[in-house]
């Protein structure tokens, strides 16, 4: 009977001990898989329309909506700072360097679980790198989606800019319209 005793003390002080609670909840870094394919999404259609259009020439995809118009940007977004001496390239290749290493923690911090703000993160990360590919490689980022109506027209844009724009957008969409969270205070 006592060796009995030992044994039953011995398994519950053993199961304190692993309790799965204890043990690290999986963060979202598997996530930047996300990521990869934005990069890889940015990058492929980036060489396919520098190969195979004119610069500043418009392609018309759906008239009076949609062109495909080569373009290139030494600046951020809407050509902020393109006529600067070059040293925007450095300025933008940090911030971006920056925003993925904040974001990239935030994903370890964030729950695998959690794809409502895994997958804006990745987005955002993605995109980010895509962009800074081009300004290592080009020294300029290559855009190429043009949408207007009539005589009005958006800034050309690419890729990495909407899973940029989609990530932002969702992040705070969910932020503020529903994170699935409850957040009352749980009972005792």
């Given at each position: ?31 930047l ?7 890889a ?13 004119i610069?500043?020439?418009?392609h018309?995809?759906v ?6 118009t080569l ?13 600067a ?10 911030l971006?360097?920056a925003v ?12 695998r679980?959690d ?19 081009d300004?290592v ?6 855009d ?9 027209s958006?800034?050309?844009?690419n890729v ?5 724009t989609v990530g932002a957008?969702?992040?705070?969409a969910?932020?503020?319209f ?5 957040r009352?205070a749980p009972?005792?």
């Amino acid at each position: 009977m006592r060796t009995r005793r030992y044994h039953a003390r011995f398994r519950e002080y053993h199961r304190k001990e692993i309790r799965l609670s204890k043990l690290p909840k999986p963060n979202a870094l598997p996530w930047l898989a996300v990521s990869v394919v934005v990069i890889a999404a940015d990058q492929v259609t980036k060489a396919v329309v520098r190969h195979a259009l004119i610069p500043y020439m418009p392609h018309q995809v759906v008239p009076h909506v949609l062109n495909w118009t080569l373009a290139f940007n030494r600046g951020a977004a809407f050509s902020f700072l393109e006529d600067a001496s070059g040293w925007q390239t450095w300025l933008f290749g940090g911030l971006a360097v920056a925003v993925c290493i904040g974001l990239a923690a935030w994903l370890a911090r964030t729950s695998r679980r959690d794809w409502r703000a895994a997958l804006p993160l990745a987005l955002i990360i993605g995109g980010a790198l895509g962009n800074l590919i081009d300004r290592v490689i080009h020294g300029q980022v290559t855009d190429f989606i043009q949408v207007y109506w009539h005589a009005w027209s958006f800034p050309a844009f690419n890729v990495a800019d909407s899973a940029i724009t989609v990530g932002a957008v969702l992040l705070i969409a969910f932020g503020l319209f529903g994170g699935g969270h409850d957040r009352r205070a749980p009972q005792q």
